[in-house]
């Protein structure tokens, strides 16, 4: 089945120490995000992806970096989490049809201790 | 600026009962998603409502759509235990093209009683 993978579900880190949250794709879609969402909250985009275009949200902390290598993979850096950031970060993915669905990946729980 | 109100924001009702979630957004926008979300998962689309007047229907759950009342209502009919979950509405700012972002509501929690 066509789907988005994030790994890992659970991540825990140190305080300031630096940590990779990945996001594969298997639906070909032109459009990947990423939000952060804190318990009890909607969630808040961080950045996005058209293709190789990245769009940065402009209250996005300057902590928080991407990287798109290709269609299928997309990874979220945090370069010094501190204990604001932990959270649930979700990535999705949209294609071009008529009905612009966002496809929610299951979620990285973040940890920061 | 494009605003998504939800109402209410909690909700807690009996199994068998009917109640209704309210979406209101504050500037024209020609497409509404509704989310379901469980504790500690992902979001999961449930419905979405792409012209005026839209109906869509799963299970004990129906969402509609009146643009020129800027709502969205989503309706429940005789809860059950398995539906308790926060439910999302969102709302696409009118512009596609690469920022076709989507404006999120609150979100409603439904605690439903056996």
């Known amino acids: 089945d066509a789907m988005v993978i994030q790994n890992p579900r659970y991540q825990v880190t140190q305080f300031g120490k630096p940590v990779t949250l990945s996001c594969s794709q298997t639906?070909?879609?032109?459009?990947m995000y990423w939000y952060q969402q804190k318990s009890s909250q909607a969630p808040k985009l961080l950045f996005h992806?058209?293709?190789?275009?990245?769009?940065n949200e402009a209250d996005t902390p300057d902590n928080f970096q991407s990287r798109r290598p290709n269609t299928s993979f997309c990874f979220l850096d945090i370069r010094s989490p501190g204990l604001g950031d932990a959270a649930m970060y979700l990535c999705?993915?949209?294609?071009?049809?008529?009905?612009?669905?966002?496809?929610f990946g299951p979620g990285t729980r973040l940890t920061v201790l | 600026e494009l605003k998504v109100e939800q109402n209410p924001l909690f909700l807690s009702m009996q199994e068998g009962k009917n109640y209704t979630i309210y979406c209101n957004y504050s500037?024209?926008?020609?497409?509404l998603y509704w989310y379901r979300q469980d504790p500690g998962k992902s979001l999961e689309s449930l419905f979405v409502?792409?012209?005026n007047g839209a109906v869509k229907q799963e299970g004990r759950l129906m969402a509609s759509l009146d643009t020129k009342a800027r709502l969205s209502t989503s309706h429940i009919t005789a809860a059950v235990h398995d539906l308790s979950a926060t439910y999302f509405c969102?709302?696409?700012?009118?512009?596609?093209?690469?920022?076709?972002?989507?404006?999120w509501g609150a979100g409603t929690k439904l605690i439903i009683k056996p």
């Open positions: 999705a993915t949209r294609g071009l049809s008529s009905y612009n669905e966002q496809f």
């Open positions: 639906l070909n879609h032109n459009v």
């Open positions: 992806y058209y293709d190789k275009d990245f769009n």
């Open positions: 500037t024209t926008s020609d497409r």
């Open positions: 409502l792409l012209s």
């Open positions: 969102a709302v696409v700012s009118i512009g596609g093209g690469s920022n076709y972002q989507l404006i």
